[in-house]
């Protein structure tokens, strides 16, 4: 059925500024979450006597391993807890994991958003603001609000892991929401280590 003569007519989702199905594509990007729709705020929708018992019945114990790693070649990540995440235990913190091939390294960018890192395994280093920070397996590092970051996997034959915690919802709900992306990862595994993959059991 039409609308009436006069009606305001509906705006594509793309006019509406609303991200569509080629959203960020004109850029080279790697990983396809840098592209879609995602959702960096769950919505709270219900009473709250149903919002409550949804909350008391979620689950106290996430499996990382039923969660798939995304991205690669060089690195993987996979996020077990986050607002688009199918946990609905919390939405004031994110928790991801990362995969760092041999040699490999992150995207160059910065964030509002502070950042927690653990480091699971391997050795490396970041570069904050400019600044070198030695890292290695058993490590807590700190990325300061507004930091220009990136991280380095210094071994050139095994992998690195690292488990970071961040608040980046609650910030992203304040409408603290610019990142910025610098330069990408690189688009190839590093030379003997083609067949590299991001372990299975975590």
């Not at 509906?10 to 199905?21: M, N, S």
């Not at 396809?32 to 006597?49: D, I």
């Not at 603290?176 to 992306?181: A, N």
């Amino acid at each position: 059925m039409n609308p009436p003569s006069g009606a305001p007519q509906q705006k594509p989702a793309e006019d509406a500024g609303i991200p569509g199905p080629k959203h960020n594509q004109e850029t080279p990007v790697v990983w396809e979450r840098w592209q879609k729709k995602r959702t960096f705020v769950r919505a709270l929708e219900g009473t709250y006597s149903f919002l409550t018992k949804e909350l008391l019945e979620a689950p106290r114990i996430i499996s990382s391993k039923s969660v798939p790693w995304k991205g690669g070649p060089n690195l993987y990540g996979k996020h077990p807890i986050a607002p688009g995440a199918a946990a609905k235990i919390t939405q004031a913190i994110e928790c991801h994991i990362e995969a760092y091939a041999p040699g490999a390294y992150s995207q160059k960018h910065g964030h509002l958003n502070s950042a927690c890192f653990f480091i699971i395994k391997g050795r490396g280093h970041d570069i904050h603001d400019g600044r070198r920070i030695e890292w290695k397996a058993g490590d807590v590092m700190f990325v300061e609000n507004g930091c220009v970051h990136q991280h380095f996997n210094d071994d050139p034959d095994n992998e690195a892991i690292l488990l970071v915690f961040k608040a980046k919802p609650l910030f992203l709900f304040m409408h603290l929401l610019y990142q910025k992306m610098i330069s990408y990862p690189p688009n190839k595994l590093p030379e003997g280590h083609e067949d590299w993959t991001p372990p299975k059991d975590i």
